[in-house]
């Protein structure tokens, strides 16, 4: 390795938290750590004098309360062991980069970006700590995929004299031309080929094409028909980048069984048709399923953009890469959406596996293969959004936590970001855009690197032990901040380009031919485009999925203009070609063409799969136990499971306040509650809100995929109405998130889940504007045994909810307001217990292991439809003191967090609940029936609000009370639960209070 | 009188600069947002300015410690023309990281002459984490500062991971005795929260959320006004409405953030 001339040592003199919190959290995981210290390094390899690296040293050290060394290590005293944790090479290094460009201003020089400057950090650690125990806390330090680390005892260090110079320059030899690949081989070359890559000189492969013989006979058929020669890597690459399920689908566009047209096409875009065509003039949709993100209308001026990405392979092994390039990666397709919309919010979803199982998992049979933990999993994704979100000065208002085991093998990463965008710019527009043959292709962000090569081919495959590291990225969010501001609070508006697109999976190869589809061609001098070290092939460069980067179409007339404008906003961009109507995609590299492809063959030649499907939905065993005499214990159980317990330790980490958009919080009321439904005001002048929520039923699917959509529908529609959005003014975006899906069943699974969606899109008039899905969420490897394992999630579908409030001053919160106060239900409860979250704690708690139950919620769209037209009135009307939206644990759920989001008393009577055929107190109160709404009402209102109810099932339940006490009476007029709000309020935070 | 004009700083990673401009406008001043290159690029920009604004965000990702890098990219590009305008009958206002960037110039608490040294700091929370939370604050009612003027609390929310305050003890000794510590975060019932989070949300000494120069027209905060401008931006607005309804009671319209911005426009009239 090589070795910088300087190392820059950065210590407190004054107690430093990161170094406390660290050894509490060690400690509390077993280790006997006594004390910690952190150290920050930089590694400078700049030519600089002694009072020069002084000064630089000076800029980087906060004189109050840090010190420095140059060139000598700290060496603290008596220490037992010290980590370095370092980058590999090049790994995006964003403090690096900073200080580059403090030194930069310091000296007014120009440095190599990715040679000059590095950074480490040093952790020192006392405590009767073993080697072992040393190697397992390096572990929760760092990450063998993007980071490297170095163990030393106090007495190596000493000699060694410090952590060492060196530092993680990327030296590559490799061959950089484009070759051919023949295609004139044996079935069984060609199946490899498909499955494990172009085979390098030395006989290896260079990753997963993820093509299969139906796709590789196409191939090779028009390059012996059309093109009369073999196609060249860099074709192939691009070809495989574009025809992958990640990119174009291919499952929901296959032929289904009957299904002719695919099932994207016959249900979730056919839904959506129907619905615009039904609702005619108030129609909402402005621009659905062909740009970046889907749009809605905000008002006369504006147009609201949502999308929701899934970024689950990458986050399974660098959770906090993935789920930070996944935020930072939606965020483009907010700025790509029309000319570049404004993101005002973000979304974010994560299933996990429960954090606090500690049974390692593993890749192969070797112990070093093990997968990062399931707890290691949750933070480093946490974070990973965390300062994405944050960074980029996007609130992050709405999301969830879902927990179950089978996400153990890959974890669910869903993130969304919602733009805002005028209507028209310049008097055209804005939301329709055409790159124009003889525009300049302009590349604007950070430069090229070998980062995420494969990442779409790699995620629609099923995660082993040969994925590529590669495929892991890390995110700039303040590369990206500087050109979202720059084009979407300038350029745009300046008028200063055609087109705009993002980079994200397949890189340029994607971008560029994706906007040539609007103006027929393209050509591209890939030796142009900038790198970030040399070394390269072609492929890589034309496929590179380094991040923080947009392909945009620039006019002549305007190039100047942009360029300067870019440069004073301190963000690189590059002339990287030029957009052609001759129908082809032309690619040179140092003068040679190594890509030269009919774009019409790229786009549309991917031939359409054919797949059969089978399904039945399954039966459970009925496990028969008693209705408990005294709930109280349960219900206080049912606050604290995972999947209903308090994630405030999420919601207060991300900014949900910045933009000062904020109107209904993530945490609603004096106890600080988690709601189901957020809002944002995102222009400030105006008094209309977007109303953003979810459902999700990853349970229900091991009963009925079917009523597992409908239901999901139902809440994303529900918990958004009971917050103050207008039926009429919502839409819907679906993630499937599913498995082995080249199996029959799950394919089964899958066709139901998507007629359902059609159906009750279709019933709530409520259109679906984007999708994206994720078809392979499985994991093939050893358990702790080294028993062979195959761990599939269940088929999850996220069905996002988006609409738009006509005034904010018609949302509520669900915290109850004042004793006194009548409770009601609105809608009927039945026995519905399948798939809930009782049955399975019941389970658990009896058997050790989850019940599922048959009877999965059904949804009545004309009776909820009713019920929701109930609350829109009341709540316009200003009747409604507390609204809830009745989901996962049921109304015991909803009573509670009503009554700890204002910490209130509540008593209720179970005999008055509007039901049918239900003769126990338990699934009254856990059953998850669909359509109902719990509110609170002030006396006053009381004559008002029945006379709006009186076409649908409600009933006065109760009371709110201010003796802190939740009382609930039984069927048979017993009291079976009484719980202080304060003890149930603390057992609904101390789930998570470690985290 | 003409209204006053205020600069809002932005680039780099700011990101609080539409809604602290929006702020300022409605509390009636003509604000304009500014990219950084814009003034280092025609300096006497900052001439025709009244009011100066470092607004929140997270410049070059707080990388190497929040605002140090834009506090150094200021110093070797903008210095002078920054120290004339606030030698100036001017006022300047940082929040957040702009209240970090300002420590880190030495702009505030500059309790020397000639201003410029770092003399305290706002170091990671002692939670290590992010917080994003509404707090209490108390305003030193014996505090010279412009901004705070006839406010006696504030219920705004914080959004850092490095906000705590630390001194040394005599520096905090001279910053009380000059009454430069101009907010103290409190417990709901008032009190002075002492270090106890999360009304403490960051663990700062003596729970010192905001300081001020020696003139008081310099004011560096960490928790942020601009987001409560209005009443419907309050954690607990939906509550409080239904509390003045039954009161019958008007609801107010506007957030309690407000008047820091319209004392800033008061100076001038």
New interface residues.
């Given amino acids: 390795m090589e070795l910088a001339r300087y190392r820059i040592e950065i210590y407190y003199t004054i107690p430093d938290s990161r170094g406390t919190v660290l050894q509490q959290k060690l400690q509390r995981l077993g280790f006997p750590v006594s004390k910690c210290i952190r150290t920050d390094n930089y590694l400078i390899n700049i030519p600089l004098n002694d009072s020069q690296i002084e000064k630089v040293a000076r800029a980087l050290v906060q004189p109050v309360t840090q010190n420095y060394t140059i060139n000598k290590p700290y060496a603290p005293s008596d220490f037992r062991y010290v980590v370095e944790i370092g980058y590999l090479p090049g790994v995006t290094d964003n403090v690096a980069h900073t200080t580059r460009e403090i030194i930069e201003d310091t000296f007014k020089i120009q440095c190599d970006p990715e040679k000059c400057v590095f950074t480490s950090s040093t952790y020192f650690f006392w405590g009767e700590l073993k080697i072992d125990a040393i190697h397992e806390i390096s572990l929760e330090l760092y990450n063998p995929l993007i980071q490297r680390s170095l163990i030393l005892s106090y007495d190596e260090y000493i000699k060694n004299g410090g952590m060492g110079n060196a530092i993680p320059v990327v030296t590559l030899h490799e061959d950089t031309k484009a070759e051919v690949v023949s295609l004139d081989v044996p079935e069984d070359e060609l199946i490899a080929l498909g499955r494990e890559g172009i085979k390098n000189p030395d006989g290896s492969r260079r990753g997963p094409l993820a093509l299969d013989m139906l796709s590789l006979e196409a191939i090779k058929k028009y390059y012996r028909d059309i093109e009369k020669r073999n196609p060249t890597d860099v074709e192939l690459e691009s070809i495989a980048q574009t025809w992958s399920e990640h990119c174009k689908h291919t499952i929901f566009a296959a032929q289904l069984d009957n299904i002719h047209d695919g099932i994207f096409k016959h249900y979730i875009k056919e839904a959506t048709l129907r619905i615009r065509r039904e609702k005619g003039k108030h129609d909402i949709c402005v621009s659905v399923f062909s740009d970046n993100a889907g749009g809605i209308e905000f008002d006369d001026d504006y147009v609201i953009a949502d999308k929701v990405e899934t970024h689950n392979s990458p986050s399974a092994l660098d959770p906090f890469g993935g789920a930070i390039t996944g935020i930072v990666g939606v965020n483009r397709d907010a700025i790509g959406f029309g000319l570049g919309s404004k993101p005002v919010a973000n979304r974010y979803g994560f299933c996990f596996a429960n954090p606090f199982d500690t049974k390692p998992l593993y890749k192969s049979k070797d112990p070093n293969s093990k997968m990062l933990s399931p707890r290691r999993i949750m933070e480093g994704v946490i974070h990973g959004v965390n300062v994405g979100g944050n960074c980029s000065g996007i609130p992050t208002p709405q999301g969830f936590v879902y927990f179950d085991d089978r996400y153990k093998g890959k974890p669910l990463v869903f993130v969304g970001t919602v733009g805002l965008i005028p209507k028209k710019i310049k008097g055209k527009s804005s939301v329709h855009k055409k790159a124009m043959p003889g525009d300049n292709i302009v590349m604007v962000g950070g430069r090229v690197g070998r980062d995420g090569i494969h990442g779409a081919t790699f995620s629609s495959e099923a995660l082993t032990s040969g994925s590529p590291a590669t495929a892991v990225q890390i995110g700039d969010p303040i590369t990206q901040k500087k050109f979202s501001d720059a084009i979407v609070k300038e350029a745009r508006d300046l008028g200063l380009y055609h087109s705009i697109t993002d980079n994200g999976a397949g890189g340029l190869s994607c971008s560029v031919s994706e906007m040539a589809r609007e103006a027929g061609g393209f050509i591209v001098y890939l030796e142009k485009v900038p790198l970030k070290y040399p070394g390269l092939a072609p492929w890589q460069i034309w496929l590179s999925e380094s991040q923080e980067r947009m392909t945009l179409s620039v006019p002549d007339e305007t190039l100047e203009d942009f360029i300067n404008l870019m440069k004073r906003r301190g963000v690189e961009a590059w002339v990287i070609g030029k957009f052609t109507d001759s129908g082809r995609g032309i690619v040179y590299y140092n003068g040679e063409i190594v890509f030269n492809i009919d774009l019409h063959f790229l786009h549309e030649g991917l031939p359409q799969k054919t797949l059969t499907s089978t399904y039945t939905p399954k039966s459970h065993p009925y496990h028969e136990f008693d209705d408990p005499e005294n709930i109280t214990e349960h219900f206080i159980a049912m606050v604290k499971r995972l999947n209903t317990a308090s994630f405030e330790f999420i919601s207060t980490q991300y900014d949900h306040e910045v933009q000062g958009n904020s109107v209904i919080k993530p945490l609603q009321g004096k106890g600080k509650v988690n709601g189901n439904a957020t809002v944002i005001r995102p222009l400030l002048q105006s008094t209309k809100g977007v109303v953003f929520s979810q459902g999700l039923y990853p349970s229900y699917s091991d009963i009925d995929t079917y009523w597992m959509a409908a239901c999901s529908i139902d809440t994303a529609i529900r918990n958004a109405v009971a917050t103050g959005c207008d039926l009429d003014k919502l839409a819907l975006l679906d993630n499937f998130c599913w498995c082995d899906s080249t199996n029959p069943y799950r394919l089964g699974q899958l066709k139901e889940a998507a007629r359902a969606c059609y159906d009750f899109a279709v019933a709530y008039k409520t259109p679906f504007i984007s999708g994206k899905d994720s078809m392979f969420n499985d994991f093939k490897g050893y358990d702790e045994h080294f028993n062979e394992v195959f761990i599939s999630v269940p088929p999850t579908l996220l069905i996002s909810s988006i609409g738009v409030v006509s005034d904010i001053a018609y949302c509520q919160t669900l915290d109850f307001k004042n004793a006194g106060d009548y409770i009601y239900i609105l809608g009927i409860t039945r026995d519905e217990l399948g798939g809930s979250e009782y049955l399975a704690y019941m389970g658990e708690t009896l058997s050790g292991e989850r019940y599922i139950g048959n009877t999965v919620p059904h949804v009545d769209t004309i009776m909820n439809t009713k019920v929701y037209r109930v609350i829109e009135k009341a709540l316009r009307a200003g009747l409604i003191a507390s609204s809830v939206s009745i989901e996962r644990g049921g109304i015991a759920l909803a009573i509670a967090k009503s009554a700890m989001g204002g910490l209130l008393g509540a008593h209720i009577d179970l005999q008055a609940i509007p039901q049918e055929n239900i003769y126990r107190n338990d699934t009254l109160l856990f059953s998850e029936s669909q359509g109902r709404i719990l509110v609170s009402i002030a006396p006053e209102n009381k004559t008002q609000f029945e006379k709006l109810c009186k076409d649908i099932p409600f009933a006065n339940i109760g009371q709110v009370t201010d003796n802190s006490l939740i009382r609930i009476n039984a069927l048979n007029g017993n009291e079976i639960v009484s719980v202080s709000v304060i003890d149930l309020h603390s057992a609904y935070k101390s789930t998570f209070s470690e985290f | 009188m003409a209204k006053p004009k205020a600069l809002i700083l932005?680039?780099?990673?700011i990101?609080?600069d539409?809604?602290t401009r929006?702020?300022f406008e409605i509390a009636g001043a003509h604000a304009t947002i500014i990219?950084i290159?814009?003034i280092i690029?025609n300096k006497s920009l900052l001439n025709s300015y009244q009011i100066f604004a470092f607004p929140?965000?997270?410049s070059?990702?707080?990388?190497?410690?929040s605002g140090?890098?834009l506090a150094?990219?200021i110093k070797?590009?903008l210095y002078e023309e920054m120290m004339s305008f606030i030698n100036r009958d001017t006022l300047m206002i940082g929040i957040c990281n702009g209240f970090q960037v300002m420590v880190?110039l030495g702009i505030v608490p500059a309790l020397t002459q000639p201003i410029g040294n770092?003399?305290?700091?706002l170091?990671?929370?002692?939670?290590?984490?992010?917080?994003?939370?509404w707090v209490d604050l108390r305003i030193n009612l014996h505090s010279n500062c412009v901004f705070t003027k006839g406010i006696d609390t504030l219920h705004i929310?914080v959004?850092h991971?490095e906000g705590?305050f630390?001194?040394?003890q005599h520096i905090i000794d001279t910053l009380s005795k000059n009454n430069q510590i101009v907010m103290h975060y409190i417990k709901p019932d008032g009190t002075l929260a002492q270090g106890q989070f999360p009304y403490n949300p960051n663990?700062s000494m003596m729970d010192i959320a905001a300081i001020c120069d020696t003139t008081g027209r310099i004011m560096g905060m960490m928790p942020?006004p601009?987001?409560h401008?209005?009443f419907?931006?309050r954690?607990?607005w939906?509550?409080l409405r239904?509390?003045s309804?039954?009161q019958q009671k008007e609801i107010p319209q506007y957030g309690e953030g407000l008047q820091i911005f319209k004392n800033a426009v008061e100076y001038y009239k």
């Fill in positions: 932005t680039g780099y990673g990101n609080c539409e809604e929006f702020s990219h290159n814009d690029e929140g965000g997270f070059y990702g707080d990388d190497t410690g140090k890098a150094n990219k070797y590009n880190n770092v003399e305290v700091s170091e990671h929370n002692t939670t290590f984490r992010f917080q994003c939370r929310p959004a991971g705590n630390v001194a040394s663990g942020h601009e987001r401008i209005y419907m931006q954690d607990d939906t509550y239904e509390l309804k039954r």
